[in-house]
C-alpha cells in the first residue's frame, strides 16, 4: 500500500527530471530493484516481493499470477529536488513492445543484469537496440550476494557483450566463499566512497567508512582505468594534463565529467547491488540524478505537421507547442480509457482541448477496425501521478516529464497530442512484428456479439497485436509475439471486456490445380412440368502458372450456346473454382475453354448455364488429377551467428529452402530462405529456442507451389 502521506512526486523544470527505464531479461530483478528504489527514497513504507504479488509495479493480476511483468509502468520518485521517474520494463520476449514504449519514454537505460545468470542472448540484443538510437545506458547488477555470485566474471561478460566503453564505477567488499560469502561494503571509484554493510543496512543506510586496504590494492587499477575513460570520453583537456602531471583530482570534476561520458552515449557504468539486502542501492539512487542526462539533452523525436512536412526547432521547452505521445494504453472497466503519455514540448493540463493524431496500422500489419486517423479534437481528462494502483492528481505536466491521462476514448498506442490549433504528428518508434497466430471464436452467442469490439479494441491498446479474419478460411486470427503475449490478451478479453473466446489452430489456405489438362461436360436438363431448365456446356481446363488466376476462353462457333449465357457459364465455373470441388479447397490458375454446348429456346436461362459451368468444371475434375498447393513464405532470420548452423538446419527440416545468407552488424547473421507456410505456424516460439532468444524473423506470402502427396495424405478436408 502506498504512503498517502508522501508528497507527489513533481517537477517544473525539465532539468529538474530523469526518465529512467530498466531494461533486462525476466529474473534480473529490474522490479525488486524498483521496489528497492521506491523504499529508498521513502516513496513507500516497506518493498513488496515479486514472489509475494505485492509489488508496486506488478500489481495486474495477470502479473501476480505469472509472477513477472507483463505491462509498462512508470515509477516516480523524488531526489533531492529532482523527480526521477522510473520506468519498469517487461523482460520476457512477448513484451517487447511494452519494453520499446518504455525506451520511447526514457532518456537513458539502466541495464539491469544478475550476477547469477551473466549477459544472454536477448540482453545483447536490447543493448543494440538502445545503441542504434544513441540512448545513454549504464549497468546496474544484481543479486551480488548470493553464495555463487561472480561480480568481476559479469563485468567481463558485459564488456564482451557491451564494448570497451563498459567500466566498473562501483566494486562490492566480499568477504569469506561459498555459503558463507558475504558482501560487506560497496566502493564508489569516482567519488572514493566506501560504504559499509557488513552490520546489515540499517534505516537511515550505511555510513562512509575508509577504504580497506585490501579493497583498493585489489580494485585500485580499476579506478585507474575508470578516470582514464571518463576523462578521455568527457574531452575534458584541463582535467587530462592534471591527471598526467600525477595532480590530485577533484571527485566533484570527475563526477560532472562522468554525466557528461554517459550523457554521450560512449561510456557505460556499472554498478553492484542487491536490491533484497539494500545494498548499493542508496549509491544508485544518488547517481541517478547525477550520471542520467535531462530530457533537454535528449535529441529531440522527428515531427511532422498536417502536410507531411518535417517541423524542425522543437526542443523541450514547457512553453512551446505541445508535443506528446501516448506511450501505452488500457482499459478500466471503471474509469474507461487510460493512457500513459510522454511530453516532450509544451505543457499537458488537465480538462484543456487537444488535437489527437494517430497512425492508423503500423508496419506490416492489418486490423480488422484499423484505419488511417488524419486526426480528430477531444479535452483531456485528468492528469495523474501513478504509484502502482495509487493515482494522484496533478493540474499540469511540463515538458519531459511522463502522466497518465484518463478520459481519452480515441486514444491508441502511439498516437501523438498536440494543440488545436496547431496539430503535429510524431514519427512512431518501430512496433514489433507479431507471427504467432491463433484462431479465436465466441465461447458463447453472448459473446459474439461482443467479439470483433472487443478484439479491435485489444489491438487498439496494444499495436503488437493484430486481428485478421481470413477470407478463404473464415477464421478469426489473433496475431501475438508468443504464447505468453497471447495468455495476455485472452485474459484482458476476459476481464476488462468480458469476453469468453475459445482458441484453436489457425487453418492455412490450401489451394487445389490440374496437374494435366481434362475436359468436361456440365449437362442441366430439368423438366418438371412448367417452366423448366436447360444448359449445356463442353469445357477444355488447363492448368496454369502460379498467380495467373481464371483465363476464361470462349471458342463457341455456330451459336450453339447463345452469347448471352456464355458469361453465366464463365460465373458458374468461377463460383465453383472458389467453392472447390471434393477437398473444399478453391480451384485456381486455370485455363477453361467453352467451346461446345446446348440451348432451348424456352428453357435456356442464365441460371441454367451457370449450373451447367459448374457441373462441367466438376466432370472435368472427376477425369483428372488435382494438384494441392500449399502457401511458401519469403523468410528473412537474423540471429547471433554462433547460432547460424542450427536454425539452416531447422529450415531445412521445415522444407524450406535457404537462398542466402549474409553477415550483419554486432556479430549477427540474416539467412533468407522459402519456407511452406505449413512449417511457420509455431516458429515465432520455435526459433526463440533455438537462437537462445536472439532471433528475429520476419515472413511475407510468396506464391504458393506444389503440396507433396505424402504431406497432403495427412490433412483435413477443408471445413465447409
Known amino acids: 500500500m502506498v504512503d498517502r502521506a508522501v508528497v507527489v512526486p513533481r517537477a517544473d523544470r ?15 530483478g529490474k522490479t525488486s530493484l524498483v521496489e528497492a528504489l521506491l523504499f529508498a527514497a521513502g516513496a513507500i513504507p516497506r518493498p513488496g516481493r515479486v514472489e509475494e504479488g505485492t509489488t508496486v509495479s506488478d500489481h495486474d493480476e495477470i502479473e501476480i ?3 513477472r511483468s507483463v505491462h509498462l509502468t512508470v515509477n516516480p520518485v523524488m531526489v533531492g529536488d529532482v523527480k526521477v521517474n522510473l520506468l519498469d520494463t517487461p523482460g520476457y520476449a512477448d513484451f517487447i513492445g511494452a519494453m520499446r514504449a518504455g525506451l520511447r519514454g526514457a532518456d537513458a537505460a539502466l541495464f539491469v543484469v544478475s550476477a547469477l545468470d551473466g549477459v544472454d542472448g536477448r540482453t545483447r540484443v536490447l543493448w543494440q537496440e538502445c545503441a542504434a538510437v544513441g540512448m545513454p545506458r549504464a549497468v546496474a547488477v544484481t543479486k551480488i550476494d548470493h553464495p555463487r555470485a561472480d561480480y568481476d566474471d559479469v563485468v567481463a ?3 564482451e557483450a557491451f564494448g570497451s566503453g563498459v567500466h566498473p564505477a562501483y566494486v562490492p567488499a566480499v568477504e569469506g566463499t561459498g555459503d558463507d560469502r558475504r558482501v560487506v561494503g560497496v566502493w564508489g571509484l569516482v567519488s572514493e566512497r566506501y560504504y559499509d554493510y557488513s552490520d546489515g543496512d540499517s534505516g537511515a543506510g550505511p555510513e562512509p567508512r575508509p577504504v580497506p586496504g585490501w579493497l583498493r590494492e585489489a580494485a585500485g587499477p580499476l579506478r585507474e582505468t575508470l578516470i582514464e575513460e571518463v576523462i578521455t570520453e568527457s574531452e575534458d583537456e584541463a582535467l587530462m594534463e592534471r591527471y598526467m602531471e600525477g595532480g590530485a583530482l577533484d571527485p566533484d570534476l570527475l563526477i560532472a565529467d562522468l554525466k557528461q561520458a554517459v550523457a554521450a552515449g560512449g561510456f557505460h557504468p556499472v554498478l553492484a547491488l542487491s536490491p533484497t539486502r539494500g545494498v548499493g542501492v542508496r549509491e544508485l539512487l544518488r547517481e541517478l540524478p547525477l550520471s542520467c542526462p535531462d530530457p533537454t539533452r535528449r535529441a529531440f523525436p522527428e515531427v511532422v505537421g498536417p502536410d507531411g512536412r518535417p517541423v524542425s526547432g522543437l526542443s523541450c521547452d514547457p512553453d512551446g507547442p505541445l508535443v506528446a505521445e501516448v506511450l501505452s494504453t488500457t482499459s478500466d472497466p471503471y474509469v474507461g480509457r487510460v493512457s500513459t503519455v510522454r511530453v516532450f514540448s509544451g ?3 488537465s480538462d484543456s482541448p487537444v488535437h489527437l493524431h494517430g497512425h492508423g496500422v503500423p508496419s506490416g500489419m492489418t486490423g480488422s477496425d484499423e484505419h488511417d486517423r488524419s486526426g480528430e479534437d477531444e479535452r483531456l481528462g485528468a492528469l495523474h501521478v501513478t504509484l502502482g494502483r495509487d493515482a494522484r492528481p496533478v493540474g499540469q505536466v511540463v515538458a519531459g516529464d511522463l502522466c497518465q491521462v484518463s478520459k481519452l476514448p480515441s486514444a491508441r498506442t502511439g498516437d501523438t497530442i498536440s494543440d488545436r490549433d496547431r496539430p503535429l504528428r510524431v514519427s512512431p518508434w518501430r512496433f514489433p512484428q507479431p507471427l504467432l497466430p491463433v484462431a479465436v471464436s465466441a465461447a458463447s452467442a453472448s459473446d459474439e456479439d461482443k467479439l470483433s469490439q472487443s478484439v479491435a479494441r485489444l489491438v487498439a491498446e496494444d499495436p503488437s497485436l493484430r486481428v485478421e479474419v481470413n477470407a478463404e478460411t473464415h477464421q478469426m486470427v489473433l496475431w501475438t509475439l508468443g504464447e505468453a503475449h497471447l495468455d495476455a490478451a485472452l485474459d484482458r478479453l476476459e476481464r476488462r471486456h468480458g469476453v469468453r473466446v475459445r482458441t484453436g489452430p489457425v487453418r492455412v489456405p490450401l489451394r487445389e490445380t490440374f496437374a494435366v489438362p481434362a475436359q468436361g461436360m456440365g449437362r442441366n436438363v430439368k423438366q418438371s412440368g412448367g417452366h423448366g431448365e436447360y444448359g449445356v456446356c463442353r469445357i477444355r481446363v488447363e492448368p496454369l502458372e502460379s498467380g495467373s488466376g481464371l483465363e476464361f476462353v470462349d471458342e463457341i462457333v455456330g451459336g450453339v450456346v447463345p452469347r448471352q449465357f456464355v458469361p453465366s457459364v464463365e460465373k458458374g465455373v468461377r463460383a465453383q473454382m472458389a467453392e472447390g470441388v471434393d477437398s473444399g479447397y478453391p480451384l485456381v490458375d486455370l485455363r477453361v475453354t467453352l467451346y461446345d454446348g446446348k440451348a432451348h429456346s424456352v428453357d435456356s436461362s442464365d441460371m441454367a448455364f451457370q449450373k451447367a459451368g459448374r457441373l462441367a468444371l466438376r466432370d472435368a475434375a472427376t477425369a483428372a488429377k488435382l494438384s494441392m498447393l500449399e502457401p511458401v513464405d519469403e523468410v528473412t532470420v537474423e540471429m547471433d551467428e554462433s547460432y ?8 531445412s527440416a521445415r522444407r524450406g529452402r535457404v537462398v542466402g545468407t549474409e553477415a550483419a552488424d554486432g556479430g549477427r547473421a540474416v539467412v533468407r530462405a522459402e519456407v511452406p507456410t505449413l512449417e511457420m505456424t509455431r516458429y515465432a516460439v ?10 528475429v ?19 483435413p478436408a477443408q471445413p465447409a
Open 14 to 28: 525539465p532539468q529538474d527530471i530523469r526518465n529512467v527505464a530498466l531494461v533486462g531479461p525476466t529474473g534480473s
Open 65 to 67: 499470477r505469472q509472477k
Open 157 to 159: 561478460q558485459c564488456q
Open 347 to 349: 505543457t499537458l493540463t
Open 644 to 651: 547460424l548452423g542450427a536454425v539452416m538446419s531447422d529450415l
Open 686 to 695: 520455435e526459433l526463440r529456442s533455438i537462437s537462445h532468444g536472439t532471433g
Open 697 to 715: 524473423f520476419t515472413r511475407n506470402y510468396l506464391r504458393h507451389e506444389t503440396l507433396p502427396p505424402q504431406v497432403a495424405a495427412r490433412l
